[in-house]
């Protein structure tokens, strides 16, 4: 089976597209994408202000971006991996691996960097993460197979690139990317075949476990006063 055999047009990766574009434009006329205020007042990940109550600063992050380029590189990434991944696992566990990929990214970033960020990529690598899931349960099918080599490759690479750039959020990329393989046995592929049910209930377990003992870490390391 092949990764262009499904037709139907990926209208979720659309809508999030779209979602991204129009939240950045009205970041940019309501004082610019790039001043920390701003980010701030529009759900970027704060940890001062999450440790005060403010838990879905721990969603919103992921649908905001910090300069155009930001946005562009991001949103060019969704529209390549969405529009596949959505046709293989179609459209609503496609959007629950995004979301919950994008929400176990933030909540890393929040046990570990006490920076703001924001971004898509904490879900983006989420989707890196369901390919992996994929190469992993489906090495039978060729294709599967080949790209998800070709994305093991891509990770490492940028995990790699993380680790001597400023400003990138290695901890919330990798959180992601952990969040979105074990959320990828959640859901299941029907379109592909049929996931064990160990497999899948393992994986909901470690997911529930991780996001706890991370959240604890997080309320446990940046109680302090704003």
Request: a positive charge; proline letters at 4%; hydrophobic letters at 55%.
């Amino acid at each position: 089976m092949c990764l262009d055999s499904f037709q139907k047009k990926p209208i979720i990766t659309y809508g999030l597209i779209t979602l991204n574009v129009l939240i950045f434009i009205a970041m940019t006329l309501s004082g610019g994408s790039e001043n920390p205020v701003n980010l701030i007042y529009w759900g970027a990940k704060y940890d001062p202000l999450i440790v005060q109550g403010e838990i879905w600063r721990l969603f919103t992050p992921m649908f905001i971006h910090i300069g155009a380029e930001h946005l562009a590189l991001n949103m060019l990434t969704l529209y390549f991996l969405g529009s596949q991944l959505e046709q293989l696992f179609g459209k609503w566990r496609f959007l629950l691996i995004y979301l919950v990929s994008g929400i176990g990214g933030n909540i890393a970033s929040f046990a570990f960097s006490p920076s703001i960020s924001a971004g898509a990529s904490t879900a983006l690598f989420g989707l890196f993460g369901a390919y992996l899931m994929l190469g992993e349960s489906f090495r039978q099918v060729p294709s599967i197979r080949m790209i998800a080599r070709q994305f093991l490759v891509l990770i490492i690479l940028n995990l790699a690139f993380d680790l001597f750039a400023s400003g990138i959020d290695l901890y919330g990329h990798l959180g992601g990317l952990v969040a979105g393989f074990l959320v990828a046995y959640v859901v299941g592929v029907p379109n592909l075949g049929k996931i064990e049910k160990l497999k899948r209930i393992i994986s909901m377990i470690a997911l529930g476990l991780i996001f706890i003992v991370l959240l604890k870490i997080g309320f446990n390391t940046w109680q302090y006063p704003v």
